[in-house]
């Protein structure tokens, strides 16, 4: 959506409330739909208006250092309070912790609250939810300790990036059995330049290309980065190739990191490099030549600049972004092979079926068992007039006729004449009023 439109829809300078949604209900939508991209959140954080601001302290562990240091300043009372309450981490309660009953509320609560020495000890001692306290930041010493010894490898893995490791615990998990563990520590932005080396020379090839692509000194924007560029794992579907929406980091490396990555012999970082969507042309076009399938996927994805061929070869190995690929200007939508009318996909059909210049058979596509597919097919130009006219009068098909622009001015007129005198085809004057 563009910027004005969500200030307008945040700041709430429409009804307050409707028949359908609350304020706070619409607000909560367009904060986890994607209708705002990271660029929009950065500029949230230092936006003339205080609200805006305050609504920016939602994500305020996410934004940039000097970001999330303005906001505790801010010249707004409120917004300056509420940014010192969002960064003041809170005490889990004993009458929390007794009336929370459900699991998930308190693998959460696990995960952000200040445990008190007493209930941390009972937790620890039960086994009552290892993993999330080991993805708890406020955690003392001595717990982290304990967690890295943990006989569970999964406890092990989750507490292997936590802040607080010692470099004696992380020696230890680097030497650990489990590979899982070691790959995540290799990550962790207090390795020593040693246990970066150590673990880039590990048995394991994803613990040691990833050790071998964050070299010390390391930058947490940058190791978020190539984070971000790692295959998934079996079922995490939290990598950014699988996901609807697409976006950059909200504090991303400077670009010229970037750049420089897109020239590195080191994978990951060439597919961290076209996680970016400021490189400039040059960079696009080395990248669209990589000989790495995902790094010319993900390239496609982030970039505007991708050349066409890399759109419509992602819009074919990603359904989930298909609609988002469309939206591009320099998707392709004439000249494409013409053996995408025989794709098992009926999604990749309906692209042949649209395309003018389609030089194939066109009465094969206006039977294909896909509404979507027979529907373009008879919007498609390559048709002549008469047999548009004729489609007008088949009800499966007479939406895509509709919207053929082999229809004269005439025919229209005409159309448009029928459906007043006919209200049951208000879907052909959906279609045609919808095109002029």
């Known amino acids: 959506m563009p910027d004005a439109a969500i200030e307008l829809l945040l700041l709430g300078t429409w009804p307050r409330e409707t028949e359908q949604l609350t304020r706070t209900e ?71 912790s007794a009336q929370t009953t459900n699991p998930r509320v308190r693998h959460y609560l ?20 290892l993993g999330a306290l080991a993805r708890n930041r406020h955690l003392p010493p001595d717990a982290v300790r304990t967690l890295a010894a943990d006989p569970d490898p999964d406890v092990r ?11 004696e615990a992380m020696a230890a998990l680097a030497a650990d059995p489990d590979p899982r563990v070691r790959h995540r520590l290799a990550g962790h932005p207090g390795l020593t330049p040693a246990l970066i080396d150590a673990l880039a020379a590990d048995p394991d090839p994803r613990t040691a290309a990833r050790a071998a692509a964050d070299p010390a000194p390391r930058d947490p ?40 990555c897109a020239r590195s012999p080191h994978l ?7 996680h970016c969507p400021h490189l400039d042309g040059p960079t696009v076009r080395l990248l669209a030549e990589d000989q790495d399938q995902e790094v010319r996927d993900l390239l496609a994805l982030h970039h505007l600049g991708a050349p066409a ?25 004439t000249g494409l092979p013409p053996a995408l009318a025989r794709h098992e996909d009926p999604g990749v059909r309906e692209l ?68 007043w005198e006919a209200p049951a085809s208000g879907a052909v004057l959906g279609v045609v009023s919808g095109g002029e």
Do not use: C, K
Request: charged share 30%.
């Open 110 to 129: 696990y995960q952000v609250r200040v445990l008190p020495p007493e209930a941390l000890a009972g937790a620890l001692a039960a086994r009552e939810g």
């Open 157 to 167: 893995r989750e507490i292997a990036r936590h802040p607080a490791l010692t470099p």
């Open 268 to 274: 990951l970082l060439r597919r961290a490099a076209a």
């Open 26 to 96: 619409v607000l909560e939508e367009l904060h986890f739909s994607g209708a705002h991209r990271s660029a929009f959140r950065r500029r949230m954080a230092r936006h003339p208006e205080p609200e805006l601001r305050r609504q920016a302290i939602r994500f305020i562990d996410a934004l940039p250092p000097a970001d999330r240091a303005a906001l505790l300043a801010d010249p707004d009372p409120d917004v300056r309070a509420a940014a010192r309450r969002a960064a003041t981490p809170s005490t889990l309660t004993p009458e929390e």
């Open 309 to 333: 061929a890399l759109l419509l070869d992602a819009h074919l190995r990603h359904p989930p972004h298909r609609d988002r690929l469309r939206t591009l200007p320099a998707f392709p939508r």
């Open 352 to 419: 042949a079926a649209a395309d003018p210049e389609f030089d194939g058979d066109l009465e094969a596509l206006l039977a294909d068992p896909d509404r979507r597919v027979r529907l373009a097919a008879a919007a498609n130009p390559r048709l002549g007039p008469e047999r548009v006219a004729a489609l007008l009068a088949d009800p499966e098909l007479v939406e895509g006729a509709a919207a053929n622009p082999q229809l004269g001015e005439e025919r229209l007129h005409a159309l448009l004449d029928g459906v």
């Open 221 to 260: 924007a940058r190791g978020r980065a190539v984070d971000g560029a790692e295959p998934p794992e079996p079922g995490d579907w939290s990598h950014a190739i699988h996901r609807d929406t697409v976006d950059e980091p909200l504090d991303p490396p400077d670009p010229a990191w970037y750049h420089a």
